[in-house]
């Protein structure tokens, strides 16, 4: 089918540079993917030449020696358009190729050829997902491939994606055909490789058995300083495996192998953590990819954060180290912490003290670093890993995992919180993130983990806002709570502070999760107890009982028989015990019966007392500690953390809203036409006929209306339409401006029809100081007017607000914000968070809406802009929720081509192009180069 396009496309089509993209395999390794260039036939007759006769057989269903001139311009020249091809390659080699070709409307035709030396690497799954994603950009919705029953390995990869495959056999050979719509079930397929592969990617991160810290440049200059730092800390620790130091004569110990530069280490070692200028640390790669390194750990700055120059040498180190399949944490980590073969491993400039006690005043805190569960933390900034680092040090918390990821070009917290699920020693994860490359990732991620394992996170105020120095970024329109919604909703307990995070992060370690909100109050005084009550009161918890006040001076049996007393009851799911000697330090016997009473029950227990913080042996008994807090505010904060998790947990499982009547397919044929002929970055709004077709593809119907010019026109229309009928302006703020003129309602008649759109025009002509078109429509039954709205945004991709129609909502912000996909519980809570909310529940009297009728319209925008990223806005406004069903009386839908972060298609972080919209630089400006760094 080779139409004799150029090798760049049909005319006037570009060579889609968005479909390149670095890929993680299912070993963890990584590869280019791309499509195929005429300058890729002789790297394809190289991997063509090295297959099997099977191979080739399976491929072409012929025996092929070579492959001919012919062929060899058949396969490179493609339209990109009809015909596809995407090509893995690994340096100039071709190590596979995926390709389809349109054979009719909406369907194509898919093969793959993958590398024998490749076969097992999941390299077909990574082709099918990116041929896809492509195929749907080019409105294919049909995959169909002929397969000898022999090739099994290409059956998996068509069964094993989640689509629903048909299978029939002609002739001795299989023909397959699928849909291949994106579903519930092809996404937790491609979730679930993409967390396994990038878990295992950051394995030479996290779990390295093998060292190598360098020094590179001058004595006394920062990469003398921070490299030296680091070479200490790994050998302060326990590390046994082979450890590399370059440039450290003075850092030699132990098992240390001392070297003058890194082309002399041999190798082979995992992990490399060097410092120095950023020239010299870029033209180490290669000599660190000769030693086999496979991840990158760069202490120092010198690289975005200081403008265009240094931009331009963190976006070649990012090309270099992705051409070497090098894992990059940085530039200007802090470091990293890890556990490997040869034990844990602190690669990162905060030196720990193991199993002493964090600070004189606190004896017996539990510092032991070589604990089996402990916390993960993250964070991007230096300044942020010492916070860290020294405030968990404090508290004494075990550390399983550290990572900073600096100016976070590739390793992020998306990929931290990958390794966190399959790495058992994190039991819980503590972030601090100053910007969010990808949140869209970061909640799918993030929600998956917080089933099993709990997330805390702090997060920067100006989060997607503002771009801190050496970020690039893309920024959103949306409001802060957008970042509250998709936290909440993916389970994620958001703290104001590290120290926040940090001691709810020690409570959700020490302690099981609380069963409810009922909390009980032991203390040792009656103002303190008061104050724990308020307190819990205004955090949403609900006091139990009368609290618990003894005597200031009560010593350990005292507590033990009051403690004993209290874990007969059950009217409490968690005790805060609020203790505050006059004298000024714990009764060691009140700690331990504090300690005693909590080992025995199965309730959730905190502590406030006096001189004890954190995870302390005083409050250890039978394993299981109680967490102390500075005050008694932190320590009801940390249980208000826990209680939410919990709550959250329970509904963790829910389904994903699915109302019938959805038909993606027929959507993007509606808008195809439209898009083929939009430049790219610019909006069009849908005209009012195709908004109600692609609308109707999700089950949304409009109210029948028509748009009139004259008198003699409405009437005729209110005849079709039936009466009664509404007259409204065709200006967007006067239809929805009663109060200005601009909407008329119950005109029974004609007379009534005409003297009103008599008034109007005069009206109008008033206000605009023009004449405008009109819209005569069908009366709704009357009901709350809510507006509903599906947007695409740069940053967090699509989000969907909802809140109740008029002047005083809008102004004061009395909006819900959810970003899909949604459960029924998510749309419920949207529906029911927003403060005018009992307007639709009977207030004062009046009738209930039809609820279930206006979550089901949410429910429908949520899936239409999940589906459909080609849709920049649809406003449904207003939505009139009666006492049964909804009508929706106006929408308006803008369309643009898509540039959606998170596609159903696995890829690291890339490069920023320098048009991509809503991107700011290093400066909190525009950047006009293509800074990398843009994705989780």
């Given at each position: 089918m080779d139409r004799g396009t150029t090798a760049h496309g049909r005319p006037g089509e570009a060579y889609p540079a968005e479909w390149e993209a670095d890929v993680v395999l299912r070993d963890g390794a990584t590869m280019h993917i791309r499509p195929i260039l005429p300058g890729d036939a002789e790297a394809l007759q190289r991997m063509h030449l090295a297959q099997s006769e099977q191979s080739v057989y399976f491929r072409f269903f012929a025996p092929m020696a070579r492959l001919t001139d012919k062929d060899l311009h058949r396969f490179t020249h493609v339209d990109h358009h009809d015909r596809v091809a995407l090509v893995l390659t690994h340096g100039s080699d071709?190590?596979?190729?995926?390709?389809?070709?349109a054979i009719g409307r909406g369907e194509a035709e898919v093969a793959f050829y993958v590398a024998d030396t490749e076969q097992g690497r999941g390299l077909g799954s990574v082709l099918l997902e990116h041929l896809a994603a492509a195929a749907r950009e080019r409105g294919i919705h049909r995959f169909v491939a002929d397969v000898l029953p022999a090739n099994a390995r290409m059956i998996r990869v068509f069964s094993d994606?989640?689509?629903?495959?048909d299978q029939s056999v002609d002739d001795g050979v299989l023909a397959v055909a699928f849909s291949i719509e994106e579903t519930e079930r092809s996404w937790r397929v491609m979730a679930e490789r993409e967390r396994h592969a990038e878990a295992l990617s950051m394995r030479t991160v996290l779990s390295a058995g093998s060292l190598l810290v360098a020094r590179l440049g001058p004595d006394g200059a920062e990469g003398d300083v921070l490299a030296t730092a680091a070479a200490r800390s790994v050998l302060a620790g326990g590390f046994t495996g082979p450890l590399h130091l370059v440039g450290l004569p003075d850092a030699a110990g132990g098992q240390a192998v001392n070297h003058?530069?890194?082309?002399?280490?041999?190798?082979?070692?995992?992990?490399?953590?060097?410092?120095?200028?950023?020239?010299?640390?870029v033209a180490a790669v290669p000599a660190l990819d000769a030693a086999g390194v496979r991840a990158l750990v760069v202490l120092s700055h010198g690289f975005g954060e200081q403008g265009p120059a240094g931009m331009a040498h963190q976006r070649e180190l990012l090309r270099r180290t992705r051409a070497a399949g090098i894992r990059l944490v940085g530039p200007a980590s802090y470091g990293v912490v890890g556990n490997g073969p040869a034990g844990r491993y602190n690669a990162s400039l905060w030196t720990e003290r193991v199993g002493l006690a964090p600070d004189a005043g606190e004896p017996g805190a539990l510092a032991d670093a070589s604990a089996e569960r402990g916390v993960g933390l993250f964070c991007q900034s230096s300044s942020a890993g010492l916070a860290l680092r020294s405030t968990a040090a404090r508290r004494g918390l075990p550390v399983a995992s550290f990572l900073s990821s600096g100016l976070r070009v590739d390793v992020s917290g998306n990929d931290t919180l990958q390794f966190w699920s399959a790495h058992d020693p994190t039991a819980v994860g503590a972030v601090y993130l100053e910007s969010i490359g990808n949140p869209r990732k970061f909640s799918r991620i993030a929600r998956r983990l917080s089933a099993t394992k709990p997330l805390v996170a702090v997060v920067s105020g100006q989060t997607g806002q503002a771009t801190p120095p050496g970020h690039a970024v893309r920024t959103s329109t949306q409001p802060q709570r957008v970042l509250t919604e998709m936290l909440r909703q993916a389970g994620v307990v958001r703290a104001r502070t590290a120290r926040e995070m940090l001691d709810i992060a020690a409570l959700l370690l020490?302690?099981?999760?609380?069963?409810?909100?009922?909390?009980?109050?032991?203390?040792?005084?009656?103002?303190?107890a008061a104050l724990v009550t308020d307190v819990a009161a205004a955090e949403g918890l609900a006091v139990a009982g009368r609290p618990v006040v003894l005597e200031p001076l009560s010593g350990g049996a005292a507590y033990a028989a009051a403690l004993t007393e209290l874990a007969a009851r059950d009217d409490w799911d968690a005790v805060v015990v609020a203790h505050s000697p006059p004298l000024g330090r714990t009764d060691p016997e009140v700690a331990a019966a504090i300690a005693r009473a909590a080992a025995h029950d199965t309730r959730t227990w905190v502590a406030s007392a006096h001189g004890l913080h954190g995870l302390t042996a005083a409050l250890t008994a039978d394993g299981r500690t109680v967490p102390s807090t500075t005050t008694v505010e932190d320590a009801v904060a940390a249980l208000a953390g826990a209680v939410r998790h919990a709550g959250w947990r329970a509904g963790a499982g829910d389904p994903l809203v699915s109302p019938s009547g959805i038909d993606p397919v027929r959507a993007r044929d509606v808008l195809a036409a439209t898009l083929e002929e939009l430049p790219p970055g610019r909006?069009?709004?849908?005209?009012?006929?195709?908004?109600?077709?692609l609308l109707a593809c999700y089950g949304i119907e409009l109210l029948p209306a028509a748009t009139v010019t004259d008198e003699a026109s409405a009437v005729a229309a209110a005849n079709t339409l039936g009466w009664p009928v509404a007259l409204k302006s065709g200006n967007e703020v006067l239809r929805h401006r009663a109060d200005l003129g601009g909407v008329r309602l119950d005109l029974h008649d004609s007379d009534a029809l005409r003297d009103a759109m008599a008034h109007m025009r005069a009206r109008t002509v008033a206000v605009l100081g023009r004449e405008s078109a009109y819209e005569v429509q069908a009366m709704a039954a009357p009901g709350v007017a809510c507006v509903v709205r599906g947007t695409e945004d740069d940053l967090y991709g699509p989000v969907v607000a909802f809140g109740l129609g008029g002047d005083a909502t809008e102004l004061l912000g009395d909006v819900s914000y959810r970003i899909p996909p949604l459960t029924a519980a998510d749309v419920g809570e949207m529906v029911h968070s927003v403060r005018a909310?009992?307007?639709?529940?009977?207030?004062?009297?009046?009738?209930?809406?039809?609820?279930?009728?206006?979550?089901?319209?949410?429910a429908r925008v949520s899936m239409l802009t999940d589906d459909l990223p080609e849709v920049a806005e649809v406003l449904l406004n207003p939505v009139i929720v009666g006492e049964r069903g909804t009508a929706i009386t106006s929408a308006v839908v803008e369309i643009a081509h898509p540039v959606r972060q998170d596609a159903g298609r696995r890829a690291l972080p890339a490069p920023l192009l320098p048009d991509e919209p809503g991107v700011r630089g290093p400066a909190g400006e525009r950047d006009d180069a293509d800074a990398p760094g843009v994705g989780e």
């Open positions: 071709i190590r596979a190729v995926g390709r389809f070709d994606a989640g689509y629903d495959v003058a530069d890194v082309g002399e280490v041999a190798g082979p070692v995992e992990l490399a953590v060097v410092a120095g200028p950023a020239r010299e640390v020490a302690q099981p999760l609380p069963a409810g909100p009922r909390t009980a109050v032991v203390s040792s005084s009656a103002s303190l909006r069009e709004r849908l005209d009012g006929a195709t908004a109600a077709r909310a009992p307007r639709l529940l009977g207030h004062r009297g009046l009738p209930a809406a039809d609820v279930a009728a206006l979550e089901d319209v949410v």
